[in-house]
C-alpha cells in the first residue's frame, strides 16, 4: 500500500510504479542525449544509474547481503615457480588454508 502524506492541503501519493516509470523515461533521455552538432550522444552513465536505481527500488539489491557474502577474489599466484597463496576476502573452507608459500 502507497504510503500517504499529507503536503499542505494536497494528498501525495508516489508509488514504486510512479519512480520506475520516472526511472524508464530518465533512461529514455540518456539515450537520447545529443552532444555537438545535434549527433546523437547517449549518456551511459546516467542511464546505468537509473537501472541500479530501479533494481533497488525493487530490493535486487540488498546492500546487508552483500556485505555479508563471502568473497573470494584471488586464492594463491605463482611467482618464479613458487605458489603464494593469497587471502583476499574469505575463502572456502577446503581444509587447506595455508598461509605458507610452498
Not at 16 to 33: G, I, P
Not at 52 to 71: A, C, R
Amino acid at each position: 500500500m502507497p504510503k500517504k502524506k499529507k503536503n499542505g492541503n494536497e494528498e501525495l501519493n508516489y508509488t514504486k510504479n510512479d519512480s520506475f516509470e520516472n526511472l524508464k523515461t530518465v533512461q529514455e533521455l540518456a539515450l537520447q542525449r545529443k552532444g555537438k552538432d545535434d549527433e546523437v550522444n547517449p549518456d551511459i552513465s546516467i542511464y546505468l544509474k537509473a537501472e541500479e536505481l530501479k533494481g533497488k527500488l525493487f530490493g535486487l539489491y540488498n546492500e546487508k547481503e552483500k556485505v555479508n557474502q563471502k568473497l573470494n577474489v584471488m586464492g594463491s599466484v605463482k611467482i618464479n615457480g613458487k605458489e603464494l597463496n593469497i587471502k583476499v576476502g574469505e575463502e572456502a573452507d577446503t581444509g587447506q588454508n595455508d598461509d605458507r608459500i610452498t
